[in-house]
């Protein structure tokens, strides 16, 4: 099977069932920035050593790809697509809670950085608020599970405490934003 077709050089692409649209239409736009995302996370899996954290990655890039067939498919019922379930989003607060348990308590805004893991971490967050974005956009045109929406916002926050549990086991201290009044 070649990997060009040639059928999306005029601007389309086709969803799941073969119904063409526009590669700027809400719905491209969001499993694109999903796809963005999970991209992303391969880059950090990369990144980083032990078994826990690279293991739960590798799962949300794994739920991030049934997130994007989903998105893919105007009508997911009339397809074999997974459906996201509220399973996903407890699994990311058990999650969030085990890292939080090693991390001091947060006492301001923090500036993305740190080690080049943790700095990953926090644009992957960027981009998950992104791609919640471009999801409320096309929610408000069209039904959509809304799972989605709620795995998408506890995703930014899990990767905001990954990053900063990352930073904490390599020793490296978080950036405190603090705000300086203007001259």
Known sequence: MRIYTRTGDGGQTALWGGE????????VEAYGTVDELCSILGVVRRLLSGEELPQWLGRIQEILFCIGAELA??????????????ESVKDLEHWIDRLSADLPP???????GGTEAAAWLHLARAVTRRAERRLVTLARQEPLNPEILRYLNRLSDFL??????????AGVPESPW??????
Request: hydrophobic share 35%.
């Open 20 to 27: 063409r649209v526009w590669k700027d239409h809400p719905r």
């Open 73 to 86: 498919a105007p009508r997911p019922e009339e397809s074999r697509i997974p459906r996201l379930t509220g």
């Open 106 to 112: 947060l006492r301001s805004f923090l500036l993305p």
């Open 160 to 169: 905001f405490v990954a990053a900063r549990w990352v930073n904490f086991r």
């Open 178 to 183: 603090s705000p300086k009044p203007r001259p």
